[in-house]
């Protein structure tokens, strides 16, 4: 069964708060409702309703196994959502909220079971966007909200890309233009003996180090089936295109001539090649006959996030047949970078000595 889905243009800026009650009536009615935020877009619904957020599972696909964050706008949320909140959490809260980083506490009995798939934790974030701040706040709820994608397709970073995934299945899309970061929050586990960065994104790690010496995080990839799973939604398939994609990671001067090889030799066999590089890498390139998409300057990860999953939809409506890229420097941005880039190849990484 196929809905209307609204799509109403918002200023981010100063959003009109007319055009948000609406959006903040369909949330209070269980309905849902996407939005942006400096992350990425998220799908909302209302967190202490579980029949809105069995809806997110079903608009998107996404496993009933797969935990969501619960979205803030104000700090005096908190005690209705985690319960015995270590001093430290209130520190982070209070240096790096609004902003891209979730934490997860032990959970509130007021939150749904199915917002936490059945864990005793929950995570929390309050996104730095103005229009998700105003329309938490006219609906006065705590708001469920993933990603705003099919599950395991890119993130969306523009409504264009909600619209595709999600059109007919979701009443209203938000739309306050691209997301400034382009990459998901960097969601950090307060619950065990250490804390742990369960997955990197927008707030790098060695920002969080001055506050948090013990941080740690070693990448650990589920496989589908779930069976390994290290801890809930970190699958290994996520934020994929639906053409195969081939991440060459090494140094950069092994790297380029081995990618310019491969490309040559796809060509020759007649498929449709798309790299998406940085813009130093485009003039190497251009010539080959490949579709070539530019991330922006290596030197800038910033940029690079942000057009992470935008350039992954580009080459995948255009056509190609595989997609080749390789890995950045793995400071500040750079882990959420290459951890995004690993899962949309499956963790088919090609090393390059
Ligand atoms: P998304 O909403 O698509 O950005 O993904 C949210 C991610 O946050 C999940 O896939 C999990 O990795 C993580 N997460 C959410 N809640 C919890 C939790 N209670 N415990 C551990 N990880 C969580
Ligand atoms: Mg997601």
């Avoid at 994608?149 to 007919?168: E, I, K, M, Y």
């Avoid at 060459?248 to 380029?256: N, P």
Wanted: proline share 8%; net charge negative; hydrophobic share 45%.
């Amino acid at each position: 069964m196929s809905i209307e889905t609204r799509v109403v243009k918002v200023d981010k800026e100063n959003p009109d708060p007319a055009l948000l009650q609406t959006a903040a009536d369909l949330l209070a009615c269980g309905e849902l409702v996407a939005f942006p935020t400096e992350t990425v877009y998220g799908l909302g619904a209302n967190a202490l309703d579980s029949d809105a957020v069995s809806k997110i599972f079903v608009a998107k696909g996404r496993p009933l196994s797969d935990p969501l964050i619960v979205h803030i706008y104000s700090i005096s949320q908190m005690d209705e959502i985690a319960v015995n909140m270590p001093p430290v959490a209130w520190d982070l809260a209070h240096a790096f909220w609004p902003g891209p980083l979730t934490i997860v506490l032990p959970k509130h009995r007021r939150i749904p079971a199915n917002v936490s798939a059945g864990l005793e934790t929950v995570a929390v974030r309050m996104p730095n966007h103005r229009v998700p701040h105003a329309l938490f706040r006219l609906a006065d709820l705590p708001v469920v909200a993933p990603s705003a994608n099919l599950f395991s397709r890119p993130s969306p970073t523009t409504a264009q890309h909600v619209l595709d995934d999600l059109g007919g299945r979701i009443p209203m899309i938000l739309d306050g233009g691209a997301t400034e970061i382009g990459v998901e929050s960097t969601v950090l586990d307060l619950t065990g003996d250490r804390p742990l960065i369960l997955r990197p994104g927008g707030l790098p790690i060695e920002v969080l180090r001055p506050l948090i010496p013990t941080v740690s995080y070693t990448p650990r990839y589920a496989a589908l089936d779930g069976t390994s799973a290290p801890s809930p939604g970190m699958l290994l398939k996520h934020y994929s295109p639906s053409v195969q994609v081939l991440l060459f990671h090494g140094a950069v001067d092994h790297v380029l001539p081995r990618i310019e090889r491969t490309t040559r030799k796809l060509l020759e066999e007649g498929k449709a090649v798309g790299l998406m590089l940085s813009q130093e890498d485009e003039a190497r390139f251009d010539p080959l006959g490949a579709t070539v998409a530019s991330l922006g300057s290596e030197d800038n990860l910033g940029q690079i996030a942000q057009n992470l999953f935008a350039r992954m939809r580009e080459l995948e409506r255009s056509g190609v047949d595989v997609i080749l890229t390789r890995t950045f420097d793995s400071h500040g941005l750079g882990l959420a970078i290459a951890d995004r880039l690993i899962r949309a190849t499956e963790g088919k990484v090609i090393e390059v000595r």
